[in-house]
């Protein structure tokens, strides 16, 4: 394998752009937009010179990495030649199977499709493609070239073939995988996200305080971000639409995102990423600041 298409230059899919590249893949980013894909090829460079300074690299790795990656706006120009696409592009269900017909219609009959999607079906995606078997959840964790969990997710018709392949790339990108079945949040987020939601149920009743819940998981559970401050991490956005594809999912009333999360998202609180969540970001990012009363 040496061709790898990233669909999305946003979060996640500069990040394993970053990741491919340093690895000695060569890697075609694609994004609709040019201001994302600049943004995101400034924020690979960014990674790359801290990475510099810490001397995990040398600068004439980082140039390599650099000219490993070249960018496109048109789906179609950059597959021509993948061996594998890892689509990281906005979680949307109507988009992401709108894309992976094109990416079907587009890419050599050979051509792996993976999804680094946090919560849609991978055998939903899989069954807008005449390819099946060969479609994969490749779930990478932010940061992407620090972490190193990769959740890998078959889905109903992929292929054992299909599922080696990608869990042994995985191990020369560096990374952990772990293999897991499609059902709804996989698992990472089956985990994570029930504990999230019930730290803002536990507020939402008035039991403890913001910085009294992340205190108590912070320093009781030795989790190095307490789960009020994690979920502001996330987007409470994000953490709502996952909540409800395990809702819809599974008909399970344990899945119901709590009410507060859902007046937070409508009110336009969605955590760091608009300033405020849980704690005010208007300042500093550290989390120093619990936004307001919420008992
Ligand atoms: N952010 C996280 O922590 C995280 C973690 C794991 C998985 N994910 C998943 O990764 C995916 C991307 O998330 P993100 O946080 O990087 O999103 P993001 O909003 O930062 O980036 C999405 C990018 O997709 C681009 N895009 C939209 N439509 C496109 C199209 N038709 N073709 C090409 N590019 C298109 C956008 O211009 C944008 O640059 C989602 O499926 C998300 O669920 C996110």
Same mark, same amino acid.
């Given at each position: ?24 893949? *060569? ?26 300074? *810490?001397?995990?690299?040398?600068? #004439? ?8 990656? %070249? $960018? /496109? ?6 597959? +021509? ?6 689509? #990281? ?8 199977? !709108?894309? /992976?017909? %094109?990416?079907? %219609? ?8 993976? =999804? ?11 069954? #807008? =493609? ?34 080696? $392949?990608?869990? +042994? ?9 772990? &293999? ?20 803002? &149920? ?15 998981? !912070? ?13 502001? /991490? ?41 300033? +405020? ?17 919420? #008992?």
């Amino acid at each position: 394998m040496k061709n790898v298409a990233v669909i999305g230059a946003g979060t996640m899919g500069n990040g394993i752009a970053h990741t491919f590249a340093q690895s000695g893949f *060569k890697v075609q980013l694609i994004d609709i937009s040019e201001a994302s894909l600049k943004r995101g090829m400034d924020t690979i460079a960014k990674n790359l010179d801290r990475m510099v300074a *810490k001397e995990k690299i040398t600068e #004439a790795e980082k140039s390599e990495t650099l000219g490993n990656i %070249e $960018t /496109f706006t048109s789906i179609a120009e950059g597959v +021509e030649y993948a061996s594998l696409v890892v689509e #990281a592009a906005t979680e949307n269900l109507d988009l992401k199977l !709108k894309i /992976f017909k %094109e990416l079907d %219609e587009a890419c050599p009959e050979d051509t792996i499709l993976a =999804t680094n999607t946090s919560s849609i079906s991978i055998t939903q995606i899989g069954a #807008a =493609t005449s390819r099946p078997e060969m479609v994969i959840g490749m779930h990478f964790m932010n940061p992407v070239p620090i972490m190193k969990l990769v959740e890998i997710i078959r889905g109903y018709n992929t292929s054992d073939d299909v599922t080696n $392949t990608i869990m +042994e790339l995985s191990k020369t990108l560096g990374k952990v995988p772990t &293999e897991v079945n499609d059902y709804p949040g996989f698992v990472a987020n089956r985990i994570l996200m029930p504990m999230l939601n019930e730290a803002i &149920e536990t507020l939402y009743n008035g039991v403890a305080g913001v910085t009294e819940i992340d205190t108590v998981m !912070k320093l009781g559970m030795a989790h190095p971000m307490g789960p009020l401050q994690l979920a502001d /991490f996330i987007g409470l956005d994000v953490c709502l639409s996952i909540l409800n594809v395990m809702y819809d999912g599974f008909k399970n009333p344990k899945y119901a995102p709590c009410p507060l999360l859902v007046n937070m998202v409508m009110a336009g609180k969605l955590g760091v990423k608009s300033g +405020e969540g849980f704690y005010d970001y208007s300042e500093s990012r550290k989390a120093e600041k619990v936004a307001k009363q919420f #008992a």
